[in-house]
């Protein structure tokens, strides 16, 4: 039997949890737990959510120094939603809020896609699929 979490948590450290909360919750996310000064969790779909840490106490939980955004990408987190409006409206409200564009929107004609990178550096791809031209 393949393994199978029941939830999904992507840890991101930030320079500041309630400037970071103010992005994501003006994206449109919501938020299930916050202490301001050491973390925040917001939903990001059924049973996935994201960790916000501030850098100091990310370090304390990983033993590691967090790696430099501007230099290098830790991972790209990828999120699938209903339609192309919605990409484009995720990816503009983003950079309107002080995040970065990745590139131009590309369609793939399967599947359309844009990136952005948040306050912090961290890669978003945002992704609509169209599964009639599959």
């Known amino acids: 039997m393949a ?22 919750a003006e994206i449109g996310f919501e938020f299930d737990f916050a202490d301001k000064e050491k973390a925040a969790r917001f939903v990001i779909g059924d049973n996935m959510l994201a960790m916000l840490l501030a850098d100091d106490y990310f370090k304390l939980i990983t033993k590691k120094e967090p790696v430099d955004t501007d230099q290098y990408a830790q991972m790209t987190i990828a999120l699938a939603f209903e339609s192309r409006d919605k990409v484009d409206e995720t990816v503009n409200k983003a950079v309107s809020l002080g995040g970065k564009s990745l590139g131009e929107p590309e369609d793939y004609g399967f599947m359309y896609q844009w990136a952005f990178q948040d306050l912090d550096g961290h890669i978003w791809a945002i992704s609509h699929m169209n599964r009639d031209a599959i």
């Open 3 to 24: 393994l199978k979490s029941t939830t999904a948590c992507v840890n991101l450290h930030v320079e500041n949890v309630e400037q970071s909360m103010a992005f994501f």
